[in-house]
């Protein structure tokens, strides 16, 4: 069985563009380009760098948790086992 995804960054209000790296910032790029309305993007592991254009449109759950990140302006934030950082 799939192990289940830690971080998933589900679009409900509309495409935003999203980039995502393993660990940090100059970490392995796992994701880049735009997250469609309706698309989920599930990441397994527990450490990513997460940057998003219109965070106001999307979803974000850590570790089956929703995280409140608003706005309209673009947002980067960090994931670890203790939960989000930088928003």
Do not use: C, M
């Not at 990441?43 to 940057?51: C, L, M």
């Amino acid at each position: 069985s799939q192990p289940s995804a830690y971080l998933k960054i589900q679009a409900v209000g509309g495409p935003s563009y999203v980039t995502v790296h393993r660990g940090g910032a100059t970490g392995r790029l796992l994701f880049q380009g735009t997250v469609d309305k309706g698309r989920t993007e599930p990441f397994t592991g527990k450490y990513f760098w997460v940057s998003v254009s219109s965070p106001a449109k999307l979803r974000i759950t850590v570790a089956r948790k929703r995280v409140e990140v608003g706005g309209l302006k673009p947002v980067s934030f960090t994931v670890n086992p203790s939960g989000v950082h930088g928003t």
